[in-house]
């Protein structure tokens, strides 16, 4: 943050004694890490604090510090609805436009409350009184970090802060695979460490805590489903709403399965389909790359989406099928690049 940047947020905070802390629909490791590290740091100062979340997020982030204390939208709609309209201060993460938020976003937009938007997304759309954006960085994790860091408020902070912040830049880097060569990255990681975290296990409980059903559902998606395109160095699958009945879906399942075909030799895009499980035609988006492919274009053109250059997302209103044939057109469309 610029000094004056860091003196608006310092006063936003002082100024507030209600604060929501919230992020975008379907949470993933990140949106509910960072979420989780600002409001330890905002208690710290003595702030009635509360997360809100869209909705459910994965089973294996239940373990961190005060997740027990979020509050899903799609549970208390009434309850977080009366939040919003009485909280002096909400803090943004991890989303660069309300609708991320989706059926949150009118009482997010509506509310009275000032706005703290940090976030690490392309053109952000957020009507805050401070927007923190830097889309070169990690995570949200990070710069949750980087405001805290500056504001002086990290060495009164312990492990319920740094576990959620770690957890955050681990799952957002693909255990610190991508997006995370910037020296900056390893010193953070280093303080984090002087809190005396286990980041081991924190691997083990986010990567090493799926059910045997999730494991079926990895080799099944792999041997099955999986479609590799060596022509265009690309591949993808798609899941079906039966599929994950079959093997027993529940949230946080498909995680990681989009990086596994990376492993290919010489393989530079990997796509996921998935069929949503309750709502007809609607079909979720991942996309990872290597190097300098820009995924986060093919996420824009074809998938209604976005994010960083090696890591996106979108989604697709339409049947798995035609989901399917737009994946193979976006494969095409780049093959120049792909090849």
């Not at 100062?45 to 994965?58: A, H, L």
């Not at 799609?74 to 919003?84: A, T």
């Not at 695979?177 to 280093?190: D, K, V, Y």
């Amino acid at each position: 943050m610029t000094s004056d940047q860091l003196a608006q947020m310092d006063q936003l905070i002082s100024t507030a004694q209600s604060v929501l802390v919230v992020c975008h629909k379907s949470p993933d490791g990140d949106a509910i890490g960072s979420s989780l590290g600002m409001a330890e740091y905002l208690r710290q100062r003595g702030k009635d604090v509360t997360v809100v979340v869209p909705d459910q997020y994965p089973d294996f982030l239940h373990w961190l510090p005060n997740s027990e204390k979020i509050v899903r939208y799609d549970k208390h709609p009434g309850k977080c609805d009366m939040l919003f309209k009485i909280a002096d201060l909400i803090v943004c993460l991890d989303f660069n436009t309300p609708s991320r938020v989706e059926d949150m976003e009118p009482a997010l937009v509506s509310s009275p409350a000032r706005k703290i938007l940090i976030d690490h997304h392309l053109k952000p759309d957020v009507d805050a009184d401070l927007v923190i954006s830097q889309p070169e960085a990690s995570s949200a994790s990070e710069l949750v970090f980087r405001v805290v860091w500056q504001l002086g408020g990290f060495p009164e902070l312990g492990k319920a802060f740094a576990i959620p912040v770690y957890c955050g830049m681990m799952t957002d880097t693909g255990g610190f695979t991508f997006n995370s060569t910037r020296p900056e990255i390893f010193f953070i990681i280093g303080e984090l460490l002087t809190k005396h975290i286990d980041k081991d296990k924190i691997y083990r409980n986010v990567y090493h805590n799926y059910s045997y059903d999730r494991i079926r559902l990895m080799g099944y998606v792999m041997y099955e489903k999986l479609v590799y395109l060596p022509e265009y160095h690309a591949s993808y699958y798609a899941i079906t709403r039966d599929e994950q009945k079959r093997f027993n879906f529940i949230k946080g399942d498909a995680e990681g399965l989009v990086n596994i075909p990376q492993q290919i030799k010489g393989l530079k895009l990997s796509i996921s389909l998935r069929e949503d499980t309750e709502k007809p035609n609607l079909v979720w988006v991942s996309l990872r790359s290597v190097d300098d492919f820009p995924c986060n274009l093919v996420a824009e053109r074809f998938f209604n989406g976005g994010g960083h250059l090696n890591a996106s997302g979108g989604r697709l209103n339409c049947s798995i099928d035609e989901a399917v044939e737009i994946a193979r057109q976006a494969i095409v469309a780049f093959a120049d690049t792909l090849k």
